[in-house]
């Protein structure tokens, strides 16, 4: 019985019980003076809209709230700092709170942070700064061969699937897409009714179990993706190779959280976990891979296409790089998750100890593509741990043209980090499907802290960029942010991040001595 329903039977109950134990003696009819205010409190909770926690736990709820409220005090003696929390140290947290809602999101009193402290980092101002007049730049994706190119925002949803978040969840993240004019990566659990419902900008994800484009033994089905590629929400196509928080892991959706309606989306049975391939079985090398990507933007009639992964053994990557080069052909994107990123469920040596990070990666990536010579031919998008306008201009620098933020997304439709999204039990209704839990997430409400939080965000991004002196984000590169090393040794991210020359991969005489042994390791026709 949820406490919904507890409350419920207490507030149809206890007026009967203290009624009858009055008749017997009186002054228990006192008991009203009491009772009377906590069951309106509990009525006007169940029946409000604000806040899921007050309406999935009436009375109780306001503990929280309560406990909040005296949090700084505890907070700072007896549990973790503002910066310590883990894996989203409170100080992030407050701000997506605080955006989301339209609260103040300004500090009184400097920094919290320890700048002295070696891996502190800052951006460079100026002493002529611009006027932040462009609060929502837009970055042009598809290429050559792309008919239908997509305007992106710098922000935008991570992929998140349905089955790992609610329906309530979902509805409520694309109808923030809508009104902030932003996209919603699909996740490999397919195209969902509550994706398409509110008409926000979809790029849908295709993982290695092609739910939503799969015949009856699990292979790709090309005639189904055509369909649901043709859809107008459908912006892109991302192909997923892996991802962050388990790379060489298919993906995993608990069987407590399987319904009738996920299995048939899917085209899963019902009764066990969904546990995602480790690997396609369309292609088995670069060179299959890169045809799989024109032949993805061929059937979804000309939109932009690209994959997803988390950098692994960079020979892999290379292979793809040369495979490019060999087919003259050219995804529109690539998504590069870190290995900090998170996910509803993951074995934990997978998420604790496998999978490049996202800074060097993101490093690793954009020399590659440099290096080849094919930079400026496709958009590079960053994910793993995004929150704040920093967090981006970061990612920016160091190569990255737009970025995506899961985690940043969640808070912002009130996640509290309880971590019990692979239980069933998230007391929040975003991370569930259970329907007692997520009928207290108010999809109307929560879109618009969604786009708020990404209003907010992508405006203090300008801001950066202009206090910087710079016109717009296509100028940030990697001088731009400072990072201490140790005492007074700081240095810039083009100091401490060796850059590589345009095209020094494509001749032997001008490969650098520590890409030269990845490079002749690589290989187009196998992995």
Known sequence: MTMRQQFVVFATAMPFLVLGLGWFWPPVNWLFLFLVPIIAVGVVDMFQTSHTIRRLYPVLGHFRYLLESVRPEIQQYFVESETSGVPIPREFRTLVYQRAKGARDTRPFGTIFDVNRPGYEWVNHSLAPRHAANLHPRVKFGGAECSKPYMASPLNISAMSYGALSKNAILALNKGAKLGGFSHNTGEGSLSPYHLEHGGDIVWQIGTGYFGCRDENGNFDAELFRENAARDAVKMIEIKLSQGAKPGHGGILPAAKLTEEIAKIRHVPMGADVVSPPA????????????????????????????????????????????????????????????????????????????????????????????????????????????????????????????????????????????????????????????????????????????????????????????????????????????????????????????????????????????????????????
């Open 280 to 527: 396609h079985s369309s292609f088995s090398n670069a060179t299959e891979l890169i045809q799989f990507v024109r032949n993805l933007r061929e059937l979804s009639g000309g939109k932009p296409v690209g994959f997803k992964l988390c950098i692994g053994r960079r020979d892999e990557f290379l292979a793809i790089c040369k495979a490019m080069l060999e087919g003259d052909i050219y995804p529109d994107f690539i998504t590069v998750d870190g290995g900090e990123g998170g996910t509803g469920a993951a074995p934990t040596e997978m998420t604790n100890s496998v999978g490049t990070p996202l800074r060097d990666a993101l490093i690793f990536v954009n020399n590659a593509l440099i290096g080849i010579g094919v930079r400026d031919k496709l958009r590079i998008i960053a994910s793993g741990k995004m929150f704040s306008a920093f967090h981006i201009l970061r990612a920016m620098a160091l190569g990255a043209d737009t970025v995506n933020s899961a985690r940043g997304m969640m808070l912002s439709l009130g996640c509290i980090q309880s971590r019990s999204c692979n239980t069933d039990q998230c007391p929040t209704g975003i991370a569930t499907q259970n329907a007692s839990r997520t009928k207290g997430l108010v999809v109307a409400d929560k879109a618009t802290r969604v786009a708020n939080f990404h209003e907010q965000t992508v405006a203090n991004l300008a801001e950066l960029v202009a206090a910087a002196g710079l016109d717009s984000i296509e100028q940030l590169s990697a001088k731009h942010i400072n990072r201490r090393v140790q005492g007074t040794d700081v240095k810039t991210y083009a100091e401490l991040y060796a850059s590589i020359t345009e095209g020094c991969l494509l001749s032997s005489d001008t490969i650098p001595e520590n890409w030269a042994e990845d490079w002749q390791a690589a290989n187009s026709g196998a992995w």
